[in-house]
C-alpha cells in the first residue's frame, strides 16, 4: 500500500528530524573549516555557501525554492574563470567553501512547520558561525529567509548587526496576506527583534503607505530610486558596522531593473543596474559578518542570464568577505 506525504510524524519525531538536517549541516562545516584551518592557520573569515531552498513564503511565485543549485552551477560555469573583480581565486579553498543545502521540502514533508523550520535555519547559520574562520553566505531562496539567518548571525556574535539591504520592495509588512513569516514581511521581523542597529534599503521603488509608515516606525532609512542620484555619492562612500557585531549585506535581485535581471518573481521597472550595486558593494567600509542573495526565480529565467548575476553577486560578496 503507498504512502502520501507530506508525512505527520510525533513532535519528538519531528525534532529527531530536524537534528538529523542539522548534523549533515554540522559534519561538512566542520570538515570544511578544519580543511581551512590545516592549509592556512592565520586565515581570519572564510566565507561559506549554505542554500536555503525555500519558496514557499513566497506571495507570487515559488520559484525561488529551485534556485541554489542553479546559482552554484553558474558560480563554476565554464563561460567564466573563477577570479573575481578584484582578483580574489574563488576556487581556493581559503577563500570560498561550500556546506551545502539545509534540506528544507524534506523538512517540510515531515510536517516541520515554519517556525521550527526558521529556528532549524537559525540553528544552521551559527553552526556555520561558530566554526571559524567561517561565515555564511546564504543563497535562497525567498527572502523570508533572510530573518532567520540574521537573527542566527546575531546570536552567535551576541550583538546587533547594521543591514545593508538592496531590494525593490521594503519587505516591511507586518502581516502579508496573514502570513508573518512571509517573504514580505521578514524585515518587519527583524526590526522587531532588535536584530538591526541600522538598516538602509537601496533601491526601492515598490512601496505603500505601510511600508512607510513601517520605516518610519523603525527607523529606517530607505533609498528610493526616483532620487537615487541625489544618494548616490553618499551611498558609494559608506562606513558601516563599527560599534556593533558588523554588517550583514541582503540583496534581492529584483533590486536590478528587470532588463538586467528577468529571472525574478516581481517584475518592477526602473530599478538599480548591475554596476550600481557593484559600486555600492565595493566602496563599502565595514566587517561583513553574513549575507544572503535572493529571490532569484529560475522558473522566469531566459538562458540562465539572471543565474549568471545572482552568481556574480554570491562572488563579489564573497571576495568581500574573505580574508
Known amino acids: 500500500m503507498g504512502h502520501t506525504a507530506p508525512y505527520r510524524l510525533r513532535p519528538e519525531s519531528v525534532q529527531r528530524v530536524i537534528e538529523a538536517a542539522l548534523t549533515l549541516v554540522r559534519e561538512l562545516v566542520h570538515l570544511k573549516g578544519e580543511t581551512v584551518k590545516r592549509l592556512e592557520k592565520d586565515a581570519e573569515k572564510v566565507p561559506a555557501l549554505l542554500g536555503l531552498p525555500l519558496g514557499h513564503n513566497s506571495s507570487f511565485q515559488q520559484g525561488p525554492a529551485f534556485a541554489p543549485a542553479l546559482i552554484r552551477e553558474s558560480m563554476w560555469c565554464h563561460s567564466t574563470n573563477s577570479f573575481t573583480e578584484k582578483g580574489?581565486?574563488?576556487?581556493?579553498?581559503?577563500?570560498l567553501v561550500d556546506v551545502g543545502n539545509l534540506p528544507i521540502q524534506e523538512l517540510r514533508d515531515c510536517g516541520v512547520d515554519d517556525k521550527q523550520l526558521f529556528d532549524a535555519i537559525s540553528s544552521a547559520v551559527k553552526i556555520i558561525y561558530q566554526q571559524k574562520p567561517l561565515y555564511p553566505i546564504v543563497m535562497g531562496g525567498d527572502?523570508?529567509?533572510?530573518?532567520?539567518?540574521?537573527?542566527?548571525?546575531?546570536?552567535?556574535?551576541?550583538?546587533?548587526?547594521?543591514?545593508?539591504?538592496?531590494?525593490?520592495?521594503?519587505?516591511?509588512?507586518?502581516?502579508?496576506?496573514g502570513n508573518r513569516y512571509s517573504h514580505a514581511s521578514g524585515f518587519a521581523r527583524i526590526m522587531e527583534d532588535g536584530l538591526a542597529r541600522n538598516l538602509l534599503q537601496v533601491g526601492i521603488r515598490s512601496i505603500t503607505g505601510e511600508g512607510r509608515a513601517q520605516a518610519k516606525k523603525f527607523g529606517v532609512r530607505q533609498f528610493e530610486m526616483h532620487s537615487y542620484e541625489d544618494h548616490r555619492e553618499y551611498l558609494e562612500n559608506l562606513t558601516l558596522g563599527e560599534g556593533c557585531a558588523g554588517v550583514y549585506v541582503s540583496i534581492d535581485v529584483d533590486c536590478l531593473d528587470p532588463a538586467y535581471a528577468p529571472g525574478i518573481s516581481h517584475h518592477e521597472p526602473g530599478g538599480m543596474s548591475f554596476r550600481d550595486v557593484m559600486n555600492v558593494l565595493h566602496n563599502l567600509k565595514g566587517n561583513i559578518i553574513g549575507a544572503d542573495v535572493v529571490e532569484y526565480n529560475p522558473q522566469r529565467d531566459r538562458d540562465s542570464?539572471?543565474?549568471?548575476?545572482?552568481?556574480?553577486?554570491?562572488?563579489?560578496?564573497?571576495?568581500?568577505m574573505a580574508k
Not at 530573518?147 to 520592495?169: C, M, N, S, T, Y
Not at 542570464?305 to 564573497?318: G, H, I, N, P, Y
Open 305 to 320: 542570464m539572471t543565474a549568471m548575476v545572482a552568481a556574480k553577486f554570491v562572488r563579489e560578496l564573497a571576495a568581500k
Open 88 to 95: 580574489i581565486d574563488l576556487n581556493d579553498i581559503r577563500n
Open 143 to 177: 527572502h523570508s529567509v533572510t530573518w532567520p539567518v540574521v537573527r542566527g548571525v546575531v546570536e552567535a556574535a551576541g550583538q546587533p548587526v547594521d543591514i545593508l539591504h538592496f531590494d525593490a520592495h521594503p519587505d516591511m509588512y507586518d502581516c502579508f496576506e
